[in-house]
């Protein structure tokens, strides 16, 4: 398997320009989560499906970001309009819920976005 | 909400010496308690876990415990190597699979 694909790898764009993440998660994983990691903040959870439904997006910064899960197989986070302070090192990770128990998330290699 | 904290930031630890990590986290309900270990400019991965039904869990070199009562966990690791060295995060799940997470210790292994 290749794991939870994200792309692109790097992000460097102008503040007010529209962001677009991409994950794929790994094959058979019925539960996707977005994290952004800081230096500041460290690794925080900002949402998160189960059978690509949002479950909890408490974790959304603000209205600016937006998350879908069209498919089983891909996802997307949104930021617009970016600003220099959006930038991080954003994760998908993805796992399989079997039932109530807990499994290991599976982490892509992230997307590094720098906003000027 | 969960918060998790972790100590300390940095440890620097001598090549073949122990190194020890705590969390303590906030909401009695969390029963799953992950370590991620991230090297740099890699992504986190899955070291070792520990269930609330258990108090000690153990993989080689590494080590977890898990005290409910005082809501504390910490990550053991003996014979410390040079590929030890990276970034470690304990994480606490409230339910539901969310994740709540340390804000990470930066282990050296000094040869």
């Known amino acids: 398997d290749a794991g939870v694909i994200q792309s692109p790898r790097h992000e460097v764009t102008e503040m007010g320009q529209e962001v677009t993440l991409r994950c794929k998660p790994i094959?058979?994983?019925?539960?996707l989560f977005w994290y952004r990691q800081t230096m500041m903040r460290g690794l925080e959870l900002l949402i998160y499906?189960?059978?690509?439904?949002?479950?909890?997006d408490s974790g959304m910064p603000e209205d600016r970001f937006s998350a879908k899960m069209p498919n089983a197989s891909f996802s997307t986070l949104k930021i617009q309009p970016s600003e220099p302070r959006d930038s991080a090192v954003y994760f998908c990770?993805?796992?399989?819920?079997?039932?109530?128990?807990?499994?290991?998330?599976?982490f892509g290699p992230g997307t590094r976005l720098t906003v000027l | 909400g969960e918060n998790v904290e972790q100590h300390p930031s940095t440890l620097s630890v001598q090549e073949g010496d122990s190194a020890v990590i705590k969390c303590t986290y906030s909401?009695?309900?969390?029963?799953?308690f992950p370590w991620y270990k991230q090297e740099l400019g890699k992504r986190p991965q899955l070291i070792i876990d520990?269930?609330?039904?258990?108090g000690e869990k153990k993989d080689q070199r590494i080590a977890v415990t898990l005290n409910k009562t005082a809501k504390h966990f910490s990550l053991h690791i003996t014979e410390t190597q040079p590929e030890d060295s990276a970034v470690y995060f304990c994480?606490?799940?409230?339910?539901?699979?969310?994740?709540?997470f340390g804000q990470g210790t930066r282990l050296t292994i000094n040869p």
């Open positions: 990770a993805s796992s399989l819920r079997t039932g109530g128990s807990y499994n290991e998330q599976f």
């Open positions: 094959s058979g994983h019925n539960s």
């Open positions: 499906f189960n059978n690509n439904v949002p479950i909890d």
């Open positions: 909401d009695s309900a969390s029963n799953y």
């Open positions: 520990i269930r609330s039904n258990v």
């Open positions: 994480a606490a799940s409230p339910g539901a699979q969310k994740l709540v």
